[in-house]
């Protein structure tokens, strides 16, 4: 793999990275921002995918749809079993993000992302050689 392009996938990692930490900060304290930590969950586990997409020489298409995402790697992979943590955190991307009848997400939805999301985060970390790591 191109050193160019071994830096990239590391960075996509390091972004997902400082997203799932960005949802704990936000989750956290008496005032907790849980439509903005949710979005964060998911955006960890996009750029995840989208990383490990890159290192397998796939295109990185702008796209919110981790089930997408996760079919497109599965072709490189098999199967990771990860289509429910997908379809859990796809709508992350965009439902809390503007205003709407959309209030705001649960405790319990929170947990749920916060859980697809290092699931995925992990899995993806699982696939590739410890080099690339954040």
């Not at 439509?35 to 996009?46: G, I, L, P, R, S």
């Not at 989208?50 to 079919?71: I, S």
Request: glycine content about 4%; aromatic content about 6%; proline content about 5%.
């Amino acid at each position: 793999m191109a050193d160019g392009r071994s830096t990239l996938v590391r960075q996509w990692l390091d972004k997902a990275k400082r997203d799932l930490m960005a949802a704990d900060r936000l989750a956290a304290g008496d005032s907790p921002l849980l439509d903005t930590a949710v979005y964060h969950c998911q955006k960890a586990a996009e750029k995840s995918l989208k990383g490990a997409l890159l290192y397998f020489g796939q295109p990185v298409k702008k796209t919110h749809d981790l089930r997408l995402l996760v079919r497109n790697l599965e072709k490189d992979v098999g199967s990771l079993d990860l289509s429910e943590a997908a379809n859990f955190l796809t709508p992350f991307a965009t439902l809390y993000r503007y205003p709407d009848d959309h209030l705001e997400p649960t405790d319990a939805q929170y947990s749920q992302a916060r859980q697809a999301a290092e699931k995925i985060v992990s899995r993806v970390h699982a696939l590739l050689p410890d080099r690339m790591a954040p």
